[in-house]
């Protein structure tokens, strides 16, 4: 679906209830075990592909605005 189309039928909206953080910390702990798990069956020399393989829904991750200034 195109980006208008998503806007057009709702899909993007989410109700009010469920815009708290403290709905979304069980499934960060799920992520810790599942990490925990693919790190112990993992080889350090593996390492690297595992965690860029790794699946991210559940991580807590920190977005930066940067900016680019053209020379």
Do not use: V
């Amino acid at each position: 679906m195109s980006m208008r189309q998503h806007k057009k039928c709702g899909s993007l909206y989410l109700p009010q209830e469920f815009q708290k953080f403290d709905i979304f910390k069980p499934m960060h702990e799920m992520w810790k075990d599942y990490l925990m798990l693919l790190l112990k069956s993992t080889g350090k020399n593996q390492l690297t592909q595992c965690l860029l393989g790794a699946d991210l829904h559940g991580a807590f991750i920190l977005g930066l605005s940067t900016f680019f200034f053209t020379f």
